[in-house]
C-alpha cells in the first residue's frame, strides 16, 4: 500500500509550530509512507493545482492531508483528488491546525501530537475503501401543503420554473390567515387585494396549467423518500363545481340549515352551504355535512333546484375522493395558530363578552367580517376605550419564552385603524416587551406615540392582571394590573403568541419529520437551512416553521422553492452520499435494533429473509445503528469497526 | 481505587470521541480562538456520538488509553435527531460494564459540547487530564508503563 502525504505549511500557522522536517523524520518506520511532500498553502488554487498534478505523477493508492480541520477543505480536497484520478474516500485528513498547532504550546508536545494525529491518519486511510455516490432518478414534480402566503409563493414560484405542482389546501378557501384580515402592517394596505394577484395566478395565471389546487384536502400517508414520494390525499367533498359556478349565492339563500360560521370564529352564522366569507377563493360555495339536513336523514335538495345553472353545478351525493401522488419534494407550509387564551384565566377570554383575540378582532375589523367591518362591542355600541393587551403568553416561562417578532407590529395596526374609524377613542396598549423589528416595523408605533395621547403601560407579569366585568352591565370590562391600579375598557383585545398549528403533530407523523420543542417544524439548521427539515426532500415554509410575518413568510416560500429547484433538476440524477450504513446480509440475525435505533426509518425488515436491510437514500450515515447492532452485522461506511479501531490503536500506539 | 503511585512526569492518554457536527467544531473553535490545552487527547472523528460502539471504548484501555471522552451535541441538538440520546443511554450501562472491570468512573466521561463552545471544550479536556494525572495510569494497561 503505497500512501502519500501532503504536509500542509499553511503559511506559519502550522509551520511555525511544527517542524514538516522534523515529522517527516518521524514516519521514517511507516514503510506504506511512499512519500512527504510539504506546500505554503495547500487550499489556494496553486495548491490545489500542484495537489492534482502530484498526485497524477505519483499515482498513490491512499493520500493523507495534514492541514487545517476537515469541516474547512476535505470537501475541496476531495474534488482536487476526483480529478486527479483517485477516489475521493481513499483519503483522511489529520487536523493538525485547530487541533494541535494553535492548542499547543510547548512546541515539542505539538510535534508528538501532530505526529501522533498523521500517523493515525496513515494507519487509517490504509484500510479506506473506494467509494461511489449512488445515482437515482428522479420526480421533478412537488407537494406543497397549505395554500397561505408562504404556500402560494413557494407554489407559482415553482410552476415558474415549470415544475408541476400539487397544491394541499385544508380549508374550502385559500390565501391562509391575511386574506382574513382587512389591513396588514407596516403599510396599512388591504390584505385581499395584496394577495389577490397571488392567488389569481393559481387559478388563471400564466402558469396556473401547472398547479392543480386541492381543497379541503388533507395528506395522509407519504412512503418513499427524496426525489420519489408517493403521498396519498384525502379529498372532501365540495358538492359544487367551482369551475362552473359563478358564485351567485342563489343556493345560500334557498338553504334552510345553519349553524356558527368558523371562519369568522363563531361570531355569526352561516347556512349548510355557504361561501367562507365574501371574496373567498375560489368563489364558490361549500357544502358543509355537519351542517346540511341531509346528512340527518332529510331528503332536501333545495339548493341544488335553486341553483339558475341547472342541476349539474351541485353535486349533492359526492364522497370523499382518495388521491394518490407522485412527487420528489414536499414543502410544509401548513401556517401556526394562537396561544390558547384559556391558559390564562385571569384574563377572562372566553368568561368576559367584549374580550377577543386578536384574530378574531382581525374578523371584526374586516369588511369580509361577522359584523361587515362595523366596529362595535356585542351590545352594538361603538366602542369608547379599548385596551390592547400585547405578549400574551409570550415571553413568559410559564407559557412560551419566545417573542412572536409580529404582535406589537399588528397591535399598532389595530391602533391605527382603530382611530381612522373612531377618531375619539381611547387606546391604551399594555405591555411587557415592545418589539419592532425592520426598517418599517416602527412607523405604526410612531404615528401612534405621535399623533395622539396613546396610552403605554409597562407590565411585569401577566399574572398580575385581573379582568372583571363592569357593575353597570354595559357589557365594559374592568382591568386591574398589579401596582398600576384600574382602567375601563369596552373592547379588550388580548395578542396570543403564535403557536404550533393544532394539526402540527398529524402532519409531522404523516411526514415523519420532526418538531421543535413548541411544536413547530423543526429546521435543519436554524441560520444555515431554516427552509429545510430534518427529512431529506421535505422543505418548510412560513409560520408552520417558526413566527414570522408576511414578508418573511413569503421569503421563506421561495427558499423552499430555492432549495427544489437546486436539488431536483429534469434529467439530472440524485447524487446519493455514499457514507451510509449497509448491512452485512450473512451476520444479520435479524433482532432489529436497528430498526428500532434508526432516527430517519432507514432500516427496514425483509420478511421473506428474516434480515434487516438499509435504504441507503434514506440513510443519514450517523452510525446508530452500526454502534447498536449485537451481531457486528451493520457496516458503516467510511467509518467501520477495523477503520476507527486501527487510527485509534495508533494513536494510542 | 486509589493510587498512591503515580509516576512521575506521567501524561495520561486520552482518545475523545467527538460528533462532526457540534463537538468537533466545538474543538475547532478552541483552535480558531488559540485557548491552549493540554495535547493528551487523541480526537477520533465520527459522524454522530450514536456511532461510539462501547467495543471502541474498550478497546481503547485496552490498547493504552487512560481515559475515553465521548462529546455529544446538546440534548436536543444532535444532528441526526437523537444519536446523543442512544449514546445516553449505552453510556449507562456502560459505566456499569467499566465498574465491573475495576476501571473507575472518571475514565469515562460524556459530555456535551456544541459548536461555539471552545471554552468548554477546553476546559472538559483539561478537567479530564487533571484527574487522570491524580488517578495514575490504568492498571489493566499492559504495556508495561506501570511504576
Ligand atoms: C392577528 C394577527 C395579525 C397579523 N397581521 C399581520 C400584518 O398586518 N402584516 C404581516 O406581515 N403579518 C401579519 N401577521 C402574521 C401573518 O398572519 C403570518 O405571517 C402569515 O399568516 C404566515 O403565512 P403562512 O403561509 O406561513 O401561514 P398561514 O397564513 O397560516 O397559512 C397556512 C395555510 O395552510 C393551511 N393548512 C394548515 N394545516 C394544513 C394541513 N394539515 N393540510 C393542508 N393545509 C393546511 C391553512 O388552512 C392555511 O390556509 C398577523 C398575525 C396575526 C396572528
Ligand atoms: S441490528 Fe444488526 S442483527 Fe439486528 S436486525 Fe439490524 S443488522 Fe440485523
Ligand atoms: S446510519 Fe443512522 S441513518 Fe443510517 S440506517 Fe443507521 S441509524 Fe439510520
Ligand atoms: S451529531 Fe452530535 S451527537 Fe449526533
Known sequence: MRVGVYFCNCGINIAGRIDPEQVKARLQDMPE??????????????????????????????????????????????????????????????????????????????????????????????LHEPLEKQKLDIIPDVLVIGAGPAGLKAALTLAAADRRVVLVEKDPVIGGKPVRYEELFPAMECAPCMLEPLMGDVFHGEHADRVELLTQTNVVEVTGYYGNFIVKLRQQPRHVDPVQCIGCGECVAACPASAPNEFNCGMSERKGIDFPFAGALPYAPYLDHQTCVRGKGDEC???????????????????????????????????????????????????????????????????????????????????????????????????????????CQYAFKFDHLLRSRLPDIRITHL????????????????????????????????????????????????????????????????????????G????????????????????????????????????????????????????????????????????????????????????????????????????????????SAVNPILCHGCGTCVAACPAGAMEGHHFTFAEITAEQEEALG | MIRHNVPAGFEPKIIGFLCNWCSYAGADKAGTAQIAYPPNIHVVRVMCSGRVDPQFVLQAYHKGADGVLILACHPGDCHYKEGNYRTAQRNRLLKLLLGQFGIEEERCRLDYVSAGEGERFARIVTEMVESLRRLGPLATNHHGKEA
Open chain 1, 504 to 611: 402540527a403533530a398529524t402532519l409531522a407523523e404523516v411526514l415523519d419529520v420532526s418538531r421543535d420543542r413548541w411544536g413547530f417544524f423543526e429546521e435543519l439548521h436554524g441560520r444555515l437551512d431554516a427552509a429545510q427539515s430534518k427529512l431529506m426532500g421535505v422543505y418548510l415554509a412560513g409560520t408552520c416553521q417558526s413566527p414570522m410575518d408576511i414578508q418573511q413568510a413569503m421569503q421563506q416560500g421561495m427558499a423552499a422553492a430555492g432549495y427544489v429547484l437546486a436539488g431536483l433538476i429534469p434529467g439530472r440524477k440524485l447524487e446519493i452520499e455514499p457514507i451510509t450504513a449497509a448491512v452485512q446480509t450473512d451476520r444479520c440475525g435479524g433482532c432489529r435494533v436497528c430498526i428500532a435505533v434508526c432516527p430517519y426509518k432507514a432500516t427496514g425488515f425483509d420478511e421473506e429473509s428474516r434480515k
Open chain 1, 301 to 407: 335538495r333545495l339548493c341544488k333546484d335553486a341553483c339558475p345553472l341547472g342541476p349539474d353545478i351541485i353535486d349533492l351525493d359526492a364522497g370523499e375522493l382518495v388521491k394518490e401522488r407522485n412527487v420528489g419534494a414536499i414543502i410544509v407550509a401548513t401556517g401556526a395558530g394562537l396561544y390558547d387564551c384559556s391558559a390564562l384565566p385571569n384574563l377572562g377570554y372566553g368568561r368576559l363578552p367584549n374580550v377577543y383575540t386578536s384574530y378574531e378582532f382581525e374578523r371584526i375589523l374586516s369588511s369580509t367580517g361577522p359584523t361587515g367591518g362595523e366596529l362595535v362591542t356585542k351590545e352594538g355600541e361603538p366602542p369608547g376605550s379599548v385596551a390592547i393587551i400585547h405578549c400574551v403568553g409570550s415571553l413568559d416561562d410559564g407559557h412560551v419564552p419566545y417573542c412572536s417578532g409580529v404582535c
Open chain 1, 33 to 126: 509512507v511512499d512519500y512527504f511532500e510539504t506546500c505554503g498553502f495547500l487550499c489556494s488554487e496553486d495548491g490545489k493545482r500542484f495537489l492534482a498534478e502530484d498526485i497524477r505523477n505519483k499515482e498513490p493508492a491512499r493520500v493523507v492531508i495534514a492541514a487545517c480541520s476537515p469541516r474547512d477543505h476535505e470537501a475541496n480536497f476531495m474534488r482536487v483528488l476526483e480529478s486527479a484520478g483517485l477516489n475521493p474516500y481513499l483519503f483522511q485528513m489529520a487536523n493538525i491546525r485547530e487541533q494541535v498547532a494553535w492548542v499547543t504550546s510547548d512546541p515539542e508536545r505539538a510535534l508528538s501530537k501532530g505526529v501522533s494525529a498523521i500517523r493515525s491518519a496513515i494507519a487509517r486511510v490504509r
Open chain 1, 431 to 502: 405591555y411587557r416587551q415592545l418589539v419592532l423589528p425592520g426598517k418599517d416595523g416602527t412607523t405604526l408605533y410612531r404615528e401612534a406615540v405621535t399623533s395622539h395621547a396613546v396610552d403605554l403601560i409597562r407590565y411585569e407579569n401577566i399574572s398580575e392582571f385581573s379582568l372583571y366585568s363592569c357593575n353597570s352591565g354595559n357589557g365594559g370590562t374592568i382591568i386591574s394590573v398589579g401596582q398600576y391600579g384600574k382602567l375601563n375598557a369596552d373592547l379588550v383585545i388580548l395578542c396570543p403568541a403564535i403557536a404550533a398549528n393544532q
